[in-house]
Structures are given as C-alpha cells and as structure tokens.
C-alpha cells in the first residue's frame, strides 16, 4: 500500500494548537500552516527527516512549487471540514 503523499498529524494532549502535515515522500518532512493574519498564511517545515535543501539544491523553484502544492491541498483539506461540519449541521 502507497501513502498518500500528504498526511495531517495531531497530538490532542501535549499540543492541541497545532496541526501537522507530513509529506511522506522523498525529501520527507513535517510542515504546519502558520497563519500571518487573519486572511493569509504559509506553510513552514518544522521538521526535516530528510535533508530539503540537499534534495534542491539546485532546484530552488521545485521546492517552492512543492510548499505551493501543499498549501493548496491543505487550503482543499480546510475546505473539506468545513463541509463536513456544515453536512453535520443539516442532519
């Protein structure tokens, strides 16, 4: 079974504040969305399991299109819960 490139992660108890993504592909990392104001944000790597900037080296602008990427799949994933609660609320 292949992972899914993108994954949320959590910890409820020691820091219910924060929410992860970690993408499990090769430069592997962990990453969170980190809001600037109330409208925008942008996503930073708190974690590296691999080494990000070893992998583009000289591809500065493939990473940058990957923390795109992720942004915009975590912006869907946001999306999609909003959905979710809103379904829930017409039940």
Known sequence: MALPKFMIADDPVTDP?????????????????????DENGHIDIVEEIDDV????????LALQV?????????????????EDEDDEEDD
């Open 17 to 37: 504040d924060n929410e992860y993504i970690i993408h499990t592909q090769e430069p592997r990392f962990i990453a969170k969305f980190v809001a600037d104001d």
């Open 66 to 82: 990957l923390l795109d990427e992720l942004d915009q799949w975590y912006r869907d994933y946001l999306g999609w819960l909003d």
């Open 53 to 60: 900037s070893g992998f583009f080296q000289k591809e500065e």
